[in-house]
């Protein structure tokens, strides 16, 4: 037993260093303020100021995606813990892991409805993978060590603990706990040999990544085992980091607006091998790709934890497994003898890049063509981040994703992701190019982080757009509109043999740049005739002031640049 006397919060931020983290995201509180002071003079964890939580939930969300440990935020209790809670289903629908930690009332105030007292064991216990409070600050050392276990085992996912202020502070004596280790589920070697067997029968095969718990050793023994046999191979929706999109052997995602093409080999395919994929409602064309619950193709889906095996599809084959220990297996095999779909696999591939050529659009922002351009001068490793709109269509569609976590793009379709994500990123890899793309209604949503972003001192480049027709229309063109208003089959080029249109921004582009100045409010806002005379003089001052100044004379018509 250690004989020095520790308040709560220094052995929580102790043992969160304990488990290797080095940064956590959050918003102060006074519910936590004894971990605050904890924090206060340390050097081997720093703590990123954010401005709300819901963004601070995200970076750490992004975090936990981009390290494979999990991202930690803290926030103080009741509306601290309902904004972060945005972040907490992210890291649920993507299998991230991720703790939340929440400051807590008094445990004598417990159950009068204290002030801003939330039962978080109700509120998150429909989105969170664990939820408890630490009711003895003795026990400290046991909770985060069982938080970082399951955030991290079968599939990831996020924790949260709550933290009662005065267990924060009592003064305890308690033995330090022992890092978290990474534990992966290998598969059965007959299951192996069984998914070899039945890839040698097939004629047809199509290989679907997806899930979480996937990491750079375990895309690395994947393409191996991928290219050695000439497999095609599509990822689900936002995995497109899974395999380098150059490479030859993959075929395009599976998600919102996938290419028509890749829908029409899924649908033939005589066998699917589907590694750490749900086979979710995006993924699988709103329930309707696949049969349900068993699959009109003979499937093999290999799942990291005991949650999703049979929860939805009926496979012929379930198999669970982490997805480097199965990718290493079946890489360890070496070729089969007959990869007849080989040429197919050619096909596939010429068929995703045909649906990534540029396409012209209506109106002057070129999105299509611009996306060409950062994929022409962006490095492999440049991370590329988005939340939820049509506008990301442009870089889930036309963007090449080459290496791995090089996207961050929510599963889960929230909007408000791509800022946070940027600022995670640009933290965790300041090395890397860091773009975010952001809808105007996205961008908004936490673009608040901003000011994250300039205290950091981190350089990213947002690019936040305000062609929502423009992208609604080229985007859902001949698109299913069987589920509301989302597209879910690929745009369609307007004039598919027109020549590349200009780009209006890019480095080292020889185009003339075009002039950014057209208002999206074309004609004085009818009405009273006071504010329809000085909309006419606002808009002639701005022009002028345009005119000397080179610069836009509309917001959010081009990229910004923090
Ligand atoms: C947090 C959240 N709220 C609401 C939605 C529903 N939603 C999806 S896209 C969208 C509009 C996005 O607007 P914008 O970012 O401007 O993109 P645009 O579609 O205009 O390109 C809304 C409200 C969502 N996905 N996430
Ligand atoms: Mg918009």
Same mark, same amino acid.
């Given at each position: 037993m250690t004989t020095t006397r520790r308040s709560g919060g220094e052995i929580l931020i102790d043992e969160l260093v304990r488990h290797g983290t080095d940064r956590i995201f959050g918003v102060p509180g006074e519910s936590y303020l004894a971990a605050l002071d904890a924090l206060h003079g340390r050097n081997d964890i720093a703590f990123v100021i954010c401005r709300q939580e #819901? #963004?601070?939930?995200?970076?750490?969300?992004?975090? #936990?995606?981009l390290t494979g440990r999990p991202g930690?935020?803290?926030v103080t209790r009741g509306p601290g813990a309902t904004n972060a809670s945005a972040g907490v289903h992210i890291a649920r629908q993507d299998s991230t892991p991720m703790i939340l930690l929440v400051g807590q009332i008094a445990r004598e105030a417990r159950d009068r409805e204290a002030f801003q007292e939330v039962d978080y064991r109700q509120m998150f216990g429909g989105i969170a993978k664990w939820v408890a409070e630490i009711e003895d600050a003795r026990r400290i050392p046991e909770y985060l060590h069982r938080a970082f276990m399951t955030a991290t085992t079968g599939r990831p996912g996020p924790v949260v603990l709550a933290l009662p202020e005065d267990m924060l502070t009592d003064e305890v004596m308690t033995e330090p706990g022992r890092p978290w280790q990474q534990v992966r589920?290998?598969?059965?070697?007959?299951?192996?040999?069984?998914?070899?067997?039945?890839?040698?029968?097939a004629e047809r095969p199509l290989v679907i990544l997806g899930g979480g718990g996937w990491d750079q050793d375990a895309v690395t023994a994947l393409r191996r085992f991928v290219e050695a046999n000439d497999l095609p191979t599509a990822v689900g929706f936002r995995r497109q980091d899974y395999l380098d999109n150059t490479h030859r052997c993959y075929v395009g995602d599976i998600g919102i607006g996938a290419n028509p093409k890749l829908l029409e080999r899924l649908d033939h395919a005589d066998l699917l091998l589907v590694i750490g994929a749900r086979l979710g409602e995006m993924t699988s064309d709103g329930y309707t790709r696949l049969g349900l619950p068993r699959p009109k193709q003979r499937m093999i889906q290999v799942l990291n934890g005991p949650e999703e095996l049979g929860r939805v599809y009926q496979p012929d084959l379930l198999i669970q497994a982490s997805p480097g220990p199965f990718v290493e297996a079946l890489a360890a095999r070496g070729p089969l003898a007959s990869r007849t779909w080989a040429l197919g696999t050619a096909d596939g591939h010429a068929a995703y890049l045909e649906n990534i050529a540029p396409l012209e659009i209506p109106g002057n922002v070129q999105m299509p063509a611009i996306m060409a351009e950062l994929r022409a001068t962006l490095p492999a490793e440049a991370i590329v981040t988005n939340g939820a709109g049509n506008y990301s269509a442009w870089c889930n569609r036309f963007y090449s994703y080459r290496a791995f976590r090089s996207q961050l793009a929510p599963t889960s379709g929230s909007m408000g992701y791509g800022l946070p994500a940027a600022i995670a990123a640009k933290l965790a890899h300041p090395d890397r190019p860091v773009v975010c793309f952001a809808g105007d209604g996205c961008f908004l949503m936490t673009g608040q982080e901003l000011a994250t972003a300039c205290q950091q001192r981190l350089a990213i480049v947002s690019w936040s757009s305000t062609t929502a027709c423009t992208a609604r229309s080229a985007c859902t063109r001949n698109a299913s509109t069987r589920r509301g208003s989302t597209a879910r089959s690929s745009p369609t080029p307007i004039s598919p043999g027109s020549p590349r249109p200009t780009v209006p921004w890019g480095s080292g582009s020889s185009a003339p740049r075009r002039s950014p100045r057209r208002s999206h409010r074309r004609s004085p806002p009818i009405g009273r005739r006071s504010s329809r005379s000085s909309w006419i003089r606002r808009r002639s001052r701005r022009a002028s002031r345009s005119r000397r100044s080179g610069l836009p004379p509309w917001p959010g018509r081009k990229a910004e640049s923090v």
């Amino acid at each position: 037993m250690t004989t020095t006397r520790r308040s709560g919060g220094e052995i929580l931020i102790d043992e969160l260093v304990r488990h290797g983290t080095d940064r956590i995201f959050g918003v102060p509180g006074e519910s936590y303020l004894a971990a605050l002071d904890a924090l206060h003079g340390r050097n081997d964890i720093a703590f990123v100021i954010c401005r709300q939580e #819901g #963004g601070a939930a995200m970076m750490a969300e992004a975090d #936990g995606k981009l390290t494979g440990r999990p991202g930690v935020c803290f926030v103080t209790r009741g509306p601290g813990a309902t904004n972060a809670s945005a972040g907490v289903h992210i890291a649920r629908q993507d299998s991230t892991p991720m703790i939340l930690l929440v400051g807590q009332i008094a445990r004598e105030a417990r159950d009068r409805e204290a002030f801003q007292e939330v039962d978080y064991r109700q509120m998150f216990g429909g989105i969170a993978k664990w939820v408890a409070e630490i009711e003895d600050a003795r026990r400290i050392p046991e909770y985060l060590h069982r938080a970082f276990m399951t955030a991290t085992t079968g599939r990831p996912g996020p924790v949260v603990l709550a933290l009662p202020e005065d267990m924060l502070t009592d003064e305890v004596m308690t033995e330090p706990g022992r890092p978290w280790q990474q534990v992966r589920a290998h598969p059965d070697p007959a299951a192996v040999e069984t998914t070899m067997t039945w890839l040698g029968e097939a004629e047809r095969p199509l290989v679907i990544l997806g899930g979480g718990g996937w990491d750079q050793d375990a895309v690395t023994a994947l393409r191996r085992f991928v290219e050695a046999n000439d497999l095609p191979t599509a990822v689900g929706f936002r995995r497109q980091d899974y395999l380098d999109n150059t490479h030859r052997c993959y075929v395009g995602d599976i998600g919102i607006g996938a290419n028509p093409k890749l829908l029409e080999r899924l649908d033939h395919a005589d066998l699917l091998l589907v590694i750490g994929a749900r086979l979710g409602e995006m993924t699988s064309d709103g329930y309707t790709r696949l049969g349900l619950p068993r699959p009109k193709q003979r499937m093999i889906q290999v799942l990291n934890g005991p949650e999703e095996l049979g929860r939805v599809y009926q496979p012929d084959l379930l198999i669970q497994a982490s997805p480097g220990p199965f990718v290493e297996a079946l890489a360890a095999r070496g070729p089969l003898a007959s990869r007849t779909w080989a040429l197919g696999t050619a096909d596939g591939h010429a068929a995703y890049l045909e649906n990534i050529a540029p396409l012209e659009i209506p109106g002057n922002v070129q999105m299509p063509a611009i996306m060409a351009e950062l994929r022409a001068t962006l490095p492999a490793e440049a991370i590329v981040t988005n939340g939820a709109g049509n506008y990301s269509a442009w870089c889930n569609r036309f963007y090449s994703y080459r290496a791995f976590r090089s996207q961050l793009a929510p599963t889960s379709g929230s909007m408000g992701y791509g800022l946070p994500a940027a600022i995670a990123a640009k933290l965790a890899h300041p090395d890397r190019p860091v773009v975010c793309f952001a809808g105007d209604g996205c961008f908004l949503m936490t673009g608040q982080e901003l000011a994250t972003a300039c205290q950091q001192r981190l350089a990213i480049v947002s690019w936040s757009s305000t062609t929502a027709c423009t992208a609604r229309s080229a985007c859902t063109r001949n698109a299913s509109t069987r589920r509301g208003s989302t597209a879910r089959s690929s745009p369609t080029p307007i004039s598919p043999g027109s020549p590349r249109p200009t780009v209006p921004w890019g480095s080292g582009s020889s185009a003339p740049r075009r002039s950014p100045r057209r208002s999206h409010r074309r004609s004085p806002p009818i009405g009273r005739r006071s504010s329809r005379s000085s909309w006419i003089r606002r808009r002639s001052r701005r022009a002028s002031r345009s005119r000397r100044s080179g610069l836009p004379p509309w917001p959010g018509r081009k990229a910004e640049s923090v």
